[in-house]
């Protein structure tokens, strides 16, 4: 029998996406991440990396296929793993590791976070937020998503209260995605500028 999971993939995708795009605001060194208004949408929203961001965002429940779930792979054990291997990845692309690390971090960890804030019915309720150092299970209690079910997927019944934890997610989640892609946009044009002004001061 397959387990209920808290919350939906596409809640997780979009808090990963979330992550990765506050993170990526921070000022450092973003000149490789510059997109003027005539670039592409996906040049704009931040290419592979940002695409990798969303897909970590879910990546946790990867353990449904083979181990108890919400155990290992929803932990700071995890986080730090994915934080190592985001960064050795950059480095040998020659990218700024702390950025990358930084945003594949963050992605992932929204995992967690949403997952503790969530609504758990199943035992033991909640995560194993810090493993490998604790193994006690941690939930918030606020329940601020709803229990997404994976028992009788084509049923009506469940998918008319998987739609409903969908809808919910993308409410609370999609207006703080859209306001991150606005600033996102304007501020990577404007950065986009800066270099350009600087080329053509340089030549």
């Known amino acids: 029998m397959i387990a209920p999971d808290v919350p939906s993939p596409i809640g997780h995708a979009l808090a990963g996406l979330a992550a990765a795009w ?35 965002g879910a990546a946790a429940d990867i353990d449904l296929l083979f181990v108890t779930h919400r155990t290992v792979t929803h932990s700071v054990g995890a986080v730090i793993l994915v934080a190592l291997f985001a960064a050795t990845l950059a480095a040998n692309a020659h990218r700024p590791v702390l950025r990358v690390a930084s945003m594949c971090a963050a992605a992932y960890a929204t995992h967690l976070f949403v997952d503790w804030l969530a609504t758990d019915l199943s035992r033991p309720r909640g995560i194993q937020a810090l493993w490998p150092f604790r193994l006690e299970w941690f939930i918030s209690g606020l329940d601020l998503f709803q229990q997404t079910e994976r028992r009788q997927l084509w049923s009506v019944a469940t998918m008319v209260k998987n739609a409903g934890a969908i809808l919910q997610e993308v409410a609370m989640l999609g207006p703080i995605v859209v306001a991150l892609w606005l600033i996102r946009v304007k501020a990577l044009a404007g950065l986009a500028s800066e270099v350009t002004r600087r080329d053509h001061a340089a030549k």
Do not use: E, K
Not at 38 to 49: K, M, Y
């Open 22 to 56: 506050a993170v990526d605001l921070v000022p450092g060194d973003r000149a490789w991440r510059t997109a003027p208004a005539s670039a592409s949408w996906s040049q704009r929203a931040g290419d592979g990396l940002t695409a990798a961001c969303v897909v970590l």
